[in-house]
């Protein structure tokens, strides 16, 4: 059983009214720490030949192509280490652990997929055939919009259920008994989403969560890894990063839509989370689709 209380929580940019979100990127390193989130996640690696990739307990190097299906809350990263490729192709595609409600799951049709998912709670590597005949649909999702891009989701995770040779990678599964406190956390989380973009005062979140704002200081340093205000820039900060990459808005029409009430401020905040200015993620980044 893992304990979640030495990892990053990462909290993706992923709305309550969103299916499916696909991050699509062509990278030469990867500089996010291992991490753990409640929602399901699907990793395609094409170039990676020599990457490290660390799911729960099980840590490998990666060949040229891989996929991989991460269950909630089961920590999990990607690391250079000896991949020499400037040119590494990373395609994420994350959703809410409640979008497939039981009732849609018990179904007969998707019996194959609700297995999936209970085994995923080890984190499920595919076999590199499944990744290669997979991977143009994968690398065409971004491309895709609205009821298209769902259900070919959809068939690509039926898909993956059926494919043969499937390896489960981590031996142990997340302590949901270790992680008493998600419910508040995702009160907190589904609070900070409503308001973001107003001012949001210590106070007023504390309230919202019933907790001192000593306490709620401590619970969020503790979860996150974060301080409140940096724990809102980062939430804030990943819409801004949707809203660059697919919505024809100026830089400074996202600074305020995101909640920050000067452009300086915002500007500085983007680079520090994401490492280059507002307007080189947009001229950078290739492909961010979601669903509404």
């Given amino acids: 059983m893992s304990n979640l209380?030495?990892?990053y929580r990462e909290i993706p940019p992923l709305s309550p009214g969103?299916?499916?979100l696909v991050f699509d990127r062509v990278k030469d390193s990867f500089?996010?720490?291992?991490?753990?989130?409640?929602?399901f996640e699907i990793n395609f690696i094409l170039n990676g030949k020599g990457v490290k990739r660390v799911v729960g307990d099980n840590i490998e190097e990666i060949d040229e192509i891989e996929l991989v299906l991460v269950g909630p809350n089961l920590y999990h990263g990607w690391e250079l280490n000896h991949c020499k490729n400037k040119q590494i192709r990373e395609i994420t595609i994350q959703f809410h652990?409640?979008?497939?409600?039981?009732?849609?799951?018990s179904r007969k049709i998707m019996t194959p997929i609700k297995d999936m998912?209970?085994?995923?709670?080890?984190g499920i590597l595919f076999s590199k055939k499944t990744a290669e005949e997979l991977s143009s649909r994968i690398i065409k999702i971004s491309k895709l919009d609205g009821m298209d891009y769902f259900l070919e989701i959809v068939s690509i995770l039926y898909d993956l259920a059926n494919s043969?040779?499937?390896?489960l990678l981590s031996t142990f599964t997340v302590d949901h008994d270790t992680f008493e406190d998600y419910d508040k956390m995702k009160l907190i989380y589904e609070y900070v989403q409503k308001n973001f973009s107003e001012k949001i005062t210590l106070e007023e979140v504390s309230n919202a969560a019933?907790?001192?704002t000593v306490s709620f200081n401590r619970f969020i340093k503790k979860r996150t890894g974060k301080t409140f205000v940096n724990y809102i820039n980062d939430i804030r900060i990943g819409y801004a990063a949707r809203w660059l990459a697919e919505k024809d808005l100026s830089i400074s029409e996202i600074a305020f839509k995101s909640g920050f009430n000067n452009i300086a401020n915002f500007n500085r905040s983007f680079k520090?989370?994401?490492k280059c200015t507002p307007s080189q993620y947009r001229d950078d980044f290739s492909g961010l689709k979601r669903i509404l």
């Fill in 5 to 7: 209380k030495n990892f």
């Fill in 18 to 20: 969103d299916s499916f």
């Fill in 31 to 39: 500089d996010f720490p291992v991490h753990y989130h409640p929602e």
């Fill in 97 to 105: 652990n409640d979008l497939f409600h039981e009732s849609l799951l």
């Fill in 117 to 122: 998912f209970n085994r995923s709670i080890h």
């Fill in 164 to 167: 043969r040779n499937q390896r």
């Fill in 210 to 212: 019933s907790m001192t």
């Fill in 272 to 274: 520090s989370i994401k």
